[in-house]
Structure formats: structure tokens, C-alpha cells
DNA sequence: AGCCTTCAATAACCCATGTTGCCGAAATTT
DNA sequence: AAATTTCGGCAACATGGGTTATTGAAGGCT
């Protein structure tokens, strides 16, 4: 299987890399702290996140292999949101400061940054028009069949069936609803036959009706 | 007052540039479309946003001089969502050609326009968080506050004061409520002596209270 | 194996926000 | 300035989703 270090495609002068790795729900990164490196996701799942005053959280976006830790931080030293990992994790880390240096000699690993940062600005427009305007089962069918796609544009589903290591909780920090909405939803769904989880094993069942809900309002 | 052409600062050798003017409520963008250009807004404000098949729309955000017709523009010809004027609009055009030849030539200008991308990014997150978990006092405060710092950075504010061409029905579409209580809670905000809106014209009158608001649930 | 924690399902109740409809004011067009 | 359209305020009512609490199953740890 693909290791995705290689995303950035930095060609035959590679850089220095590590692989770090992760226990399930540690903090990879806490907002406002300053980083040197970058971290391509090689394994496992992570999510970047925003704590609010009142201890509740807003995911931001899912990171499944092959997603840089966010494009912004081979820009900016620190950011606003933390990432953490939703399984154990496997990373390749890059030294930032090499990093920007190649992006001055070889401008195709720019255009290949510019256009991984358009693909997370596109998701998260998504995101928006999802919580403006969807309601919670449109929203929870629209997130599946999001990370379904993302999963096999990256070989990492076969057919329907792809690993899926969400929580319930962590379905509603993401499309801002309760734990007992998304439960109410994913039974739903289950009853209708729609889709079948089992082990973290996510089995879409009935594709085009669930594509239906996703276009509901 | 300044034009906002230069924003890019493309230094001496400044590209062919045409202007244009829209009128109020006017496509500026279909998306889908295919363009050769870029546009700077030099003067007014534009939404983007994204029409359902029921015809209700989602803004993705508002545009006010100074603001790229967004980044992506720049490296892709075509996006899933379109721009109106929301007032009659002055604009700069750039080709986009010609633009991307300079960013090759001119590590500054990529630099300036990656922060633009990933200030554009950074306001589309702070949505994602309104969205998922505020509720609407809260949404509309954020929403009032976030355009006043973008003004102010931009010179277009004075003191507390600033143009504020908004319909409620857009500050609806834009932060996922209906128009009727998107009137309950501005006029909930004028009754507790928080802002003033007349003539288009928006005047924060208690900002220490309107932030609480802003930081409540 | 036993203990403890996390996770999910379910029910009863509540509240923030949506829906519909109406009216008058303001803005825009003619 | 008359006609028309858009806009905002308001009230009555409906509902999607939140809140709280309980229970059992699943998963980790010693």
C-alpha cells in the first residue's frame, strides 16, 4: 500500500523525513502553539478542531491519509484550531524551513500545495452550505458520502465498504449536532437500509437513496 | 481613498488592467462558468454563495473592497459558486494569464496572494464554528463584529461607524436563519442598545456587550 | 475474570428557530 | 408622484433538534 509520504511528490532531491506516531486521541497539535514541522498523515485518522469557553468542540475537518496537517502550517507558524488523532497515527513529518525552500526551487511542488489548500478550502465551503441550510439527516448523509469519496480518490475503500472510526460524538462536534440527534439519524438509516457499520466497518447499502437524503433540505 | 488595484502590489511592471462596474444585485459570477479573469473589488460589496435545487441559497461569505474575487480564481478557471453584487460594484480586472505569469516571475506576489487564500480560509472556519455552534444572537453579533475588523484593517471604517448594505435576508442566507428571526435578534440588539442601523449605515453602540453576545452559545 | 470507562439507544420533555400570513414603510421604477 | 416591489416588524403556531436521564453493550485495563 501507498506510504502517502510521498503526496507532495518532492522528487529524487527528497528531504529529510521522520515518521512519528500517534496514540488514538492525543493532541498532534494544540492551537497557538509554534511548529517547524509539517506532517503528512501516512495512517490513521485526526481531526482539526476548535474548543469553545464552554467545553464544547467544532470540528473543522476530518484528515484521512495522505492529508497534509493542514496546508496553513507550512505557512504560518500557529494556527487557531488543534488537531487530534481520532485513531493511532502514523505520520511523516518534514522540516518546515526545507520545506519552503523547495517550494522557491521547484514550482510544481508549489502548484501541488496550492492545489491540496483549494481542496480543503472547497470542503470546508461545503461544510458551510451543509450547516446553513441542511438538516442533521441530510447533513450526517452528505458527511459519509464526503469522506467515502475523499477514501477512495485514495484507494483506501473497496466497493462501498471503507473504515470508518468515527464516534457519534464526533459526527455531531462535526456538523453541529448533539450525540443523541446523530444517534437518532444513524438508526434511522440503519433501519432503512441505507448503511450498515459494524467494527468500524462503514457498509453503504443503498447508495442512491442515500444520496436522495443528502439533497434533502 | 485608496483604489485597492494594488492590493496584489505587483510592483513596476503593474499588468494591463481594466476596470468595470456591476449594478446592484447583478451576477458578477456564474458558477460553473469558465473566466479568463481575476477581479479586485475596489469599491462595494459582493456575496459569494451557492443556490440549492430548492431555491434557497447559502452565502459562503461577503466581499468588501480590497477582497479578491476569491483566491481561487486565480488557479482555477471555474468554481462551484457564484458572486453577486450586493451594491452597484467597481472592480479591477487582472487576466488571469497574465497574473499567473507574474506569480512565477514574483515569489512576492504568490506570497501575498497564499495570505489571501489563507486569510480566506481562516473566515470560512470562523463560519464553520458559528454554524455548528452558535446560536443566532450569537451568529449575527460574530457576523456584525468579524465585518467591522475586516473594514477597519481595510481603512473603511470610522470609529464604530460603518456602510452596512445588508438585508436581513442575506444575513440570513449567510448564517443559516430565516428572515423573521433574523429581525428578532436585530431588533433585540436595538432595544438592548447595542447598534443603531439607519441609511445603511451601522453604528455599534455597546461593543463590550455586543462581544459577550458574540461569545455566548 | 472483574472493574471501570466509553459508547450507543431510547424516552420524555423543552425550547430555539422555522413557517405562514399580514401589514405598513421604504426604496425603486415608471 | 404614482405604481410597484422590496423590506422589515409582528403574531400565532409548528417542529427539528436539544436536554436530561436511564440502561445495557462494548472496550480497556489490572
Redesign the interface.
Known sequence: MASFCGVLDLGQSALRQVHQTYRARRIVYRAGDETEDIDVICDGWAASS?R???G?Q?I?SFLIPGDLVSV?TV??KSQ??SVQSLTDLRCCKFSRAELQKKL?EN?KV?ERL??C??A???L??Q???S???RNAAARIARLILSLMERLKARGLAHGQSFDFPLRQQQIG????LTTVHVSRVINMFRKEGLIEIAQRQMKILNLSELRRVA?E?
Open positions: 476548535v469553545l469557553s464552554d464544547r467544532q473543522l496553513a505557512f504560518e487557531f484550531y522557491t514550482p508549489f496550492v492545489a489548500g483549494m480543503e478550502k472547497q470546508a465551503d461544510t458551510i452550505v450547516l446553513g441550510r462536534d462535526a456538523m453541529g439533497d433540505r
